[in-house]
Structure formats: structure tokens, C-alpha cells
């Protein structure tokens, strides 16, 4: 009896402009090709051999694969069934992020890289945000452009301190501004007068926190007064720009340390539990 097949590649819905996703699920299958745009795929289980630049490498989870246009990639064997994310980047788009570090253009990128550093925690987190209908734009727009910083390098000049204060303040204020509606990583470049990877790097210097997680926080702040008015915790996860009740729950227990329903009882001095006689 023959082994049933693996399911189709799976092509995620598009959430950023020149980059396409896909996924494969359990594969067994020995894949091959010529690129023709950048990528960078994570496996989350299994592990295969393929042939690249003349000689065999091996993948498995905890690792990024890089491809370069131009490049033929052949599969050798599958170790184990595969459950891998690719995506793809548009030349245009990693040629401008490369101008953009004072490079004149891309480096070479090595095949395989080497284990478990914040290059490969920008991968995984980048790749799971994608799966994420939550996800809203400026957190992929960041962490796609912290990701090209990482595989690019390249050097951003430093600003004088009172320069990059006044650009991260200007930045602070769109997103004061737009709670709800959030902003584009490049409205706040843009504001900020800064290109966008010196902006991350700039407001995380100045507030600690990358500018989603600032606008995340300013959200959760909001849903607190909504819940202290009585506004229902579903009613407030959309009122605050977030995707639905369950993302809030999470952003609200990792920063106020308690539950949207809990803080709601508490505010407003009510509770479930059984009272006293």
C-alpha cells in the first residue's frame, strides 16, 4: 500500500509588499530549482540534505536557509517529514534595505547559519508572525526590516544624541496618535526624519522598546480605561487597534500581570467569587 501523499504546499495570504510565503506541511518530497529572489525558510520539525554552491548541506529546526537569485537548490534526502516556511523577498526590496545600511549592494549570504542567534530569533519570530491573522503591519514591517539588517549588515552613522532624541519623540507622537488605526513603520521614518532602520535602532536606544511594542503598550493602557467604563473586553480589543478579544488577553496579562475580566471585576468592584457571610 502506497503512503498517502503529503498535503500541497500552503501559500499564505500576502501581509507585506514584495514578500510571498509558503508553507509545507509533513513534505517527504525532494524539491528542486533555480531562485530568482532572496528567501529565508525555517524548518519547525524534521530535517533534509540539498546541494547548493557545489557541495551538500544539512537543515534542521533552530537553523535559517538562504537563498540568493541566480542559485539552484536541489533536495538530496528528507531525514525526517518536514514542516518548513518559506518566504521570498523581491530583488527591489533587499537592493533598497542593502542602500539603505550604506551598502552598495547585497553581500553574499551564507547557505545555512549557525544556530540559535537573534538572526535566527528574527527569522522564527518574523515566520511565526506571518501565521499570525493578528499580526498587524508595523510588527511585521519591523521585524522584516530587523531581519535584513541582520543578514545585510552594513553600518548606520549615530546621530547626535539631541538629534535622536528629538526624531524618536516625533516618532512617539504618531503613535500616540494612532492608537487605534496603528501607523506604517514608514509614516513613523518619515516623521521621524530618519531612515527606517536607524528609527528601530533610534527609539529603541531612546524608550527601550521597539516601536510596536511601545504602540502594543499604549493600546493596553486605552483598554484599560474602556474596561474601568465597562466597555466589554471584545468591545475593546477592537476599539484599541487590536485583532480580537484573545489578543488582547495576552497583551493585558503579560503587561498588567492579571486578566481584561479580572481588572474589569476589580475596577469596578465587583467579583464571581463566592462573598462572605
Known amino acids: 500500500m502506497r503512503p498517502p501523499e503529503p498535503p500541497a504546499p500552503q501559500l499564505l495570504p500576502p501581509r507585506l509588499p514584495g514578500v510571498e510565503v509558503v508553507r509545507v506541511t509533513r513534505d517527504t518530497r525532494l524539491w528542486s530549482g533555480v531562485s530568482t529572489r ?12 540539498f546541494w547548493y554552491r557545489g557541495r551538500a548541506w544539512t537543515l534542521s529546526p533552530g537553523r535559517l536557509k538562504l537563498k540568493e537569485p541566480g542559485e ?49 530569533r528574527l ?8 501565521r499570525d491573522p493578528g499580526a498587524d503591519t508595523l510588527a511585521l514591517q519591523s521585524l522584516l526590516t530587523e531581519l535584513l539588517a541582520q543578514l545585510l549588515g552594513g553600518a548606520i552613522a549615530d546621530e547626535g544624541p ?15 496618535a494612532s492608537v487605534e488605526q ?19 535602532r533610534t527609539f529603541r536606544r531612546e524608550f527601550g522598546l521597539t516601536p510596536h511594542a511601545y504602540l502594543t503598550h499604549l493600546r493596553v493602557a486605552r483598554a484599560r480605561e474602556l474596561l474601568a467604563c465597562g466597555v466589554s473586553a471584545a468591545r475593546a480589543a ?8 484573545s489578543q488582547l488577553h495576552r497583551h493585558f496579562v503579560r503587561i498588567v ?20 457571610a
Open 182 to 200: 496603528g501607523a506604517s513603520l514608514e509614516a513613523l521614518a518619515t516623521a521621524a526624519g530618519l531612515g527606517r532602520f536607524h528609527l528601530l
Open 123 to 130: 527569522g522564527h519570530a518574523l515566520h511565526t508572525a506571518l
Open 238 to 245: 477592537l476599539d484599541v487597534g487590536l485583532y480580537d478579544q
Open 257 to 276: 500581570g492579571v486578566s481584561p475580566g479580572a481588572y474589569a471585576r476589580a475596577v469596578r468592584g465587583t467579583s464571581t467569587s463566592p462573598k462572605r
Open 72 to 120: 539552484v537548490h536541489r533536495d538530496l534526502r528528507v531525514h525526517a517529514p518536514v514542516t518548513c516556511q518559506s518566504l521570498s523577498l523581491d530583488v527591489p526590496l533587499v537592493q533598497r534595505a542593502a542602500r539603505e545600511l550604506g551598502l552598495v549592494a547585497p553581500p553574499p549570504l551564507r547557505p545555512v547559519t549557525d544556530g540559535q542567534g537573534r538572526m535566527e
Open 162 to 176: 539631541m538629534r535622536a532624541r528629538r526624531a524618536a519623540l516625533r516618532a512617539r507622537d504618531v503613535l500616540h
Open 38 to 49: 532572496y528567501g529565508v525558510a525555517v524548518v519547525e520539525a524534521g530535517a533534509f540534505d
